[in-house]
Nanobody
Framework: EVQLQASGGGLVQPGGSLRLSCHASGFEFDEFVIGWFRQVPGKERHWVSCIEKADGRTLYSEDIEGRFTVSAVFSENTVYLRMNNLKPEDTGVYYC???????????????????WGKGTQVTVSS
């Protein structure tokens, strides 16, 4: 069973930065993808970014591209989300999620992530 734990959230002023971490364990296969999602109360969970272990390929949603960077230390099964120039609309609970096996971010986002961790709250406010 894949388990994930996101951390690193907090309160930051507009224009500030945060780095979120997601530590994963329990993978059965060598390959996997991990995605980051954001949820605001009363709204659907929205994907933010994704990374593939197989080739390090990354994917970003349009509203954050250029401000956020996803990276990983795959040997430690840890994925990071560096968030720069944060805006109030970036506020929400951030979750990491995974699909274990040989797949791609596009496939995982289309068919749905299989394993979810508990989220970490990010609040962007002055």
């Amino acid at each position: 069973e894949v388990q994930l734990q996101a951390s690193g959230g907090g309160l930051v002023q507009p224009g500030g930065s945060l780095r979120l971490s997601c530590h994963a364990s329990g993978f059965e296969f060598d390959e996997f993808v991990i995605g980051w999602f954001r949820q605001v109360p009363g709204k659907e969970r929205h994907w933010v970014s994704c990374i593939e272990k197989a080739d390090g390929r990354t994917l970003y949603s349009e509203d954050i591209e250029g401000r956020f960077t996803v990276s990983a230390v795959f040997s430690e099964n840890t994925v990071y989300l560096r968030m720069n120039n944060l805006k109030p609309e970036d506020t929400g609970v951030y979750y990491c999620a995974a699909v274990d096996g040989d797949t791609t971010c596009n496939m995982a986002l289309y068919y749905g992530m299989r394993s979810w961790g508990k989220g970490t709250q990010v609040t962007v406010s002055s």
